[in-house]
């Protein structure tokens, strides 16, 4: 990817790039552009003299936060100001930053359209706009607000659209917005990584949490990312985790930046084996010799499911993509692997095939699916097909009684009253239109009349 988008880059060319995740799409753009402005750099301390030149847009805060550290350091030499700004966390430090003067600016669609209204960026400078993983962008409903960016941005422009893949949305975005753009495609396209092998375990979906477990702690697995399909699942799936004495944490939208950036820190240091993500870091995480990535869920979209196993296998190393496949799933994984266009390896695990006893319950074990319920059950079920024909026997004799009693076998006459028990029950009264009040009710209601 570098060796073909660099020199297009280089030479002012507006460029479509497409290639699987993890060959270093974020230095084929970085380190031209940089290339570029350097002859404008400056060391004046003075804002007018950093305006925004760059600006580069990301779908999410972590890749925004990353795609900024890369700027930072491939121009460190370099007197060339970058800044990144995200929502999530307060703006005053971002629009001191802005206020300062940057040249690169990375930024999420939201935030950015927030500092235009507060009027803390300028965009009369720009030569060059970035727009980075651009499908997950279209995924992510972010289209009106990309469109409103680039009516604000100068036209004559140099414009550089990266991404995993390029759907035909995403095309037709490109002839609108690109001029006689050179096109690189350095994979077919949504092809997964050679270096990441792919393996399926079929399991019934009640016994996945458990599988799961077994799986990390058998194989003594360190590091392993695992894609959930909703925010509540990966809470719930790390919380049961933990309860299994391993260490994890969850990442995702309804987390706060800075528990996200905490969780995501503590990851990569080593200090929990396990980080339960959504679709929300599927893309833009860039950890590095990530060994595994399991999908708990499989994704509906086989697009997510080549971004959910890109996160591994990187750089040139490999890495192992695991899914946990129910009954239910087949559909799912059958078109996920018409999209990569290979078969998947299924590998049964002893105890967890779907109609299976698990280890654990084998075992005497706790958790989903653990013990033998339909056995647990077998007791229960004896118990009240004994008690049935007593019961039965006591509904015939509440029937019969209820038959006897004159309330119930006299047949009701409308503006009559049943005569039964009178002693216990006032006679009820007719129809509510023209029915007569009850004595009790008539002499309360002419008392609090009179009153």
Do not use: W
């Amino acid at each position: 990817m570098q060796e073909q988008a660099i020199p297009l880059v280089l030479a002012g060319r507006d460029l479509m790039a497409g290639a699987q995740t993890g060959t270093g799409k974020t230095a084929a753009f970085a380190l031209p552009i940089l290339q570029r402005l350097a002859p404008l750099a400056s060391t004046s301390a003075s804002p007018a003299r950093h305006p925004v030149r760059a600006l580069v847009i990301t779908p999410t805060r972590e890749l925004a936060v990353q795609v900024a550290a890369s700027f930072a350091e491939y121009g460190a030499k370099v007197p060339l100001r970058s800044t990144v700004v995200y929502g999530g966390v307060d703006m005053n430090a971002q629009i001191a930053e802005l206020r300062r003067g940057v040249e690169v600016l990375v930024a999420t669609p939201g935030r950015l359209l927030d500092h235009v209204q507060n009027k803390t960026v300028m965009f009369n400078q720009v030569s060059v706009l970035v727009l980075d993983e651009a499908d997950r962008m279209l995924d992510m409903g972010f289209l009106p607000d990309i469109k409103r960016i680039i009516g604000l941005l100068p036209k004559q422009r140099q414009n550089l659209l990266f991404s995993a893949t390029f759907p035909d949305e995403i095309r037709n975005l490109a002839k609108s917005l690109l001029t006689n753009p050179a096109e690189i495609q350095i994979a077919a396209r949504n092809a997964a990584a050679e270096s990441v092998s792919h393996v399926v375990h079929p399991v019934a979906r009640e016994k996945k949490r458990e599988l799961l477990s077994y799986l990390i702690q058998t194989r003594g697995l360190k590091q392993v990312l695992v894609f959930t399909g909703t925010r509540i699942g990966a809470n719930r799936l790390a919380h049961q985790l933990r309860k299994d004495h391993i260490q994890c944490n969850a990442i995702h939208g309804d987390k706060t930046q800075a528990e996200r950036e905490a969780a995501l820190d503590d990851f990569k240091a080593g200090k929990i084996a396990v980080l339960v993500a959504t679709d929300v870091a599927s893309r833009g995480l860039d950890i590095e010799g990530l060994p595994q990535v399991i999908n708990f869920d499989v994704p509906h979209s086989p697009e997510d499911y080549v971004h959910r196993i890109g996160r591994t296998g990187r750089a040139g190393l490999t890495g192992e993509a695991i899914s946990l496949v129910s009954p239910e799933d087949t559909e799912a994984m059958a078109a996920i692997e018409r999209l990569i266009k290979k078969k998947i390896e299924r590998a049964l695990v002893p105890g967890f095939q779907p109609g299976g006893t698990t280890v654990a319950g084998m075992m005497g074990g706790r958790g989903g699916g653990g013990r033998n319920r339909q056995r647990e059950r077998a007791p229960e079920r004896e118990r009240h097909q004994e008690r049935r024909p007593v019961q039965q026997a006591q509904r015939v004799e509440r029937k019969q009684k209820t038959n006897a009693d004159p309330i119930f076998s006299k047949p009701y006459e409308p503006g009559t009253a049943p005569a039964a028990n009178s002693a216990d029950k006032p006679a009820e009264s007719q129809q509510h239109s023209g029915r007569k009040k009850l004595p009790q009710v008539a002499a309360l209601l002419g008392g609090l009349k009179r009153a």
